[in-house]
T-cell receptor, first 116, second 110 residues
């Protein structure tokens, strides 16, 4: 059984640029969630994807967008990067979704984004 | 508004000195309360799920308990390898997102 994998592990961008982060979900999991974790804080929910559709969104602006593919892998895209976007971006996979009981989240190691 | 508060923010223990971490929550309809362990620069690692008041779960030196307003993570005779940040999260019935607290950073000295 393979766990959740994320890429890249680290990246540096400048303000105004765009970034794409990638996530492969754990084998057998059909739901992917993305979280942003600033230094010293808990993870903050960005959005969740279930069956290739967005299935819930937190308080993040539209420049944060995502995709889920038929194999349940996912991408997080952030446009017009701002300094405050610097954080650890975590992908989590789970079973269920759409209110049927998502159960536990299993996280990847994260992508550390630095915006200069 | 749904929220989670963890205390203390940081805790320093001597090896073998037992203690408890607190997670207070307000949520409109609790589906589940989750405990995670996070090592520096890593993603959170799942520890426990609790679903109803009175429920308890144990794993090695860790024991999690749940009431209607808070959860405790009891650490018995901790070892240096238990040093990490412990995160609490709740999930509400009417939404799929998890609300995380800011965590308790535990440091166990030999």
């Amino acid at each position: 059984e393979t766990g959740v994998t994320q890429s890249p592990t680290h990246l540096i961008k400048t303000r105004g640029q765009q970034v794409t982060l990638r996530c492969s979900s754990q084998s057998g999991h059909n739901t992917v969630s993305w979280y942003q974790q600033a230094l010293g804080q808990g993870p903050q929910f960005i959005f969740q994807y279930y069956r290739e559709e967005e299935n819930g969104r937190g308080n993040f602006p539209p420049r944060f967008s995502g995709l889920q593919f038929p194999n349940y892998s996912s991408e997080l895209n952030v446009n017009a990067l701002e300094l405050d976007d610097s954080a650890l971006y975590l992908c989590a996979s789970s079973l269920g979704g759409s209110g049927s009981g998502t159960g536990e989240l299993f996280f990847g190691e994260g992508s550390r984004l630095t915006v200069l | 508004e749904d929220q989670v508060t963890q205390s203390p923010e940081a805790l320093r223990l001597q090896e073998g000195e037992s203690s408890s971490l607190n997670c207070s929550y307000t949520v409109s309809g609790l589906r589940g309360l989750f405990w995670y362990r996070q090592d520096p620069g890593k993603g959170p690692e799942f520890l426990f799920t609790l679903y109803s008041a009175g429920e308890e779960k144990e794993k090695e030196r860790l024991k999690a308990t749940l009431t209607k307003k808070e959860s405790f993570l009891h650490i018995t005779a901790p070892k240096p390898e238990d040093s990490a940040t412990y995160l609490c999260a709740v999930q509400a019935y009417n939404f799929n997102k998890f609300y995380f607290g800011s965590g308790t950073k535990l440091n166990v000295k030999p």
